[in-house]
Nanobody
Framework: QVQLVESGGGLVQAGGSLRLSCAASGGTFNRYDMGWFRQAPGKEREFVAASGWSGGRTYYAPSVKGRFTISRDNAKNTVYLQMNSLKPEDTAVYYC?????????????????????WGQGTQVTVSS
């Protein structure tokens, strides 16, 4: 079973950038498709981005497409979320999630329930 630990959150001004990292342990990393979700105060957790096991297939929520980039380094057992042109509405706790390889070929890659493995989350706050 894989364990996930996020890092890289913090406070940034609107228009700035942050890079989140998610380190995985306890499993064979390239057996997992990986995703990022976020939860803003008072809102449900929502899908942000996902990457297939090789990094060759990626998906993004419309609200972040063109600003965020998901990538992974399988040699380092790490998935990243590069966030550029940040907006106050990006403020949320960001969660890394893992699921079985191949989920990105389905139509459930953007659903929480498709991901059995979760990190503890990292806070991102964007000030205006």
């Amino acid at each position: 079973q894989v364990q996930l630990v996020e890092s890289g959150g913090g406070l940034v001004q609107a228009g700035g950038s942050l890079r989140l990292s998610c380190a995985a342990s306890g499993g064979t990393f390239n057996r997992y498709d990986m995703g990022w979700f976020r939860q803003a105060p008072g809102k449900e957790r929502e899908f942000v981005a996902a990457s297939g096991w090789s990094g060759g297939r990626t998906y993004y929520a419309p609200s972040v497409k063109g600003r965020f980039t998901i990538s992974r380094d399988n040699a380092k057992n790490t998935v990243y979320l590069q966030m550029n042109s940040l907006k106050p509405e990006d403020t949320a706790v960001y969660y890394c999630a893992g699921t079985a390889r191949g989920i990105l070929y389905s139509n459930i890659y953007n659903r929480e329930a498709a991901y059995p493995y979760w990190g503890q989350g990292t806070q991102v706050t964007v000030s205006s």
